[in-house]
T-cell receptor, first 111, second 115 residues
Framework: TQLLEQSPQFLSIQEGENLTVYCNSS?????LQWYRQEPGEGPVLLVT?????EVKKLKRLTFQFGDARKDSSLHITAAQPGDTGLYLC???????????FGTGTRLTIIP | ETGVTQTPRHLVMGMTNKKSLKCEQH?????MYWYKQSAKKPLELMFV???????ENNSVPSRFSPECPNSSHLFLHLHTLQPEDSALYLC??????????????FGPGTRLTVL
């Protein structure tokens, strides 16, 4: 069974601070996706990384896929209240349709 | 309409009721999924349909019955549910290429409460 552990589980920081969220597994994934989910809504895709060592930047968000394709990180600089939400990583499986979702990180940015 | 839509958004039902959840995707995708999201647990995959055929059933109880009449529509029929089935039920779709998982796009979910 593939498992994706996210850390920290909860994070509450002041607006303007930087933060990093981690997604770790002992399994190798074909791709790694990050989603953000707001209360009462479905997860919304932020990014997909597919190559080991890949780094993608979306404005203040930086995503990295580990060289061994087993882990990923999400770094947010100068956090804003609009970044508040549940962040989910999800690993793609080789040769089938399945995604394995992480345990989630609930982020709160305090104005 | 764009993306993935789900109806109803909220549903309260008794344990003896029969109800159905509906999902529709407007993205031209060839795979659809049902997930269950409970508090303090990771998203649980329930069912996967690829090209309208069910390819995954993650040991889901028979009181949940999926139906995929075409590539754009997915239903989850519910009967004799238990209170522990209360959760957010999410539908997603994706475009499969060469059998590999691809980006999944989620609907807003149906918040189900079983009394």
């Amino acid at each position: 069974t593939q498992l994706l552990e996210q850390s920290p589980q909860f994070l509450s920081i002041q607006e303007g601070e930087n933060l990093t969220v981690y997604c770790n597994s002992s399994s190798v994934f074909s791709s790694l996706q990050w989603y953000r989910q707001e209360p009462g809504e479905g997860p919304v895709l932020l990014v997909t990384v597919v190559t080991g060592g890949e780094v993608k930047k979306l404005k203040r968000l930086t995503f990295q896929f580990g060289d061994a394709r087993k882990d990923s990180s999400l770094h947010i600089t100068a956090a804003q209240p609009g970044d508040t939400g549940l962040y989910l990583c999800a690993g793609g499986d080789f040769g089938n349709e399945k995604l394995t979702f992480g345990t989630g990180t609930r982020l709160t940015i305090i104005p | 309409e764009t993306g993935v839509t789900q109806t109803p958004r909220h549903l309260v039902m008794g344990m003896t009721n029969k109800k159905s959840l509906k999902c529709e995707q407007h993205l031209g995708h060839n795979a659809m999924y049902w997930y269950k999201q409970s508090a303090k647990k990771p998203l649980e995959l329930m069912f996967v349909y690829s090209l309208e055929e069910r390819v995954e059933n993650n040991s889901v109880p028979s009181r949940f019955s999926p139906e995929c009449p075409n590539s754009s529509h997915l239903f989850l029929h519910l009967h004799t549910l238990q209170p522990e089935d209360s959760a957010l039920y999410l539908c997603a779709s994706s475009q499969l290429t060469s059998g590999n998982s691809d980006t999944q796009y989620f609907g807003p979910g149906t918040r189900l409460t079983v009394l």
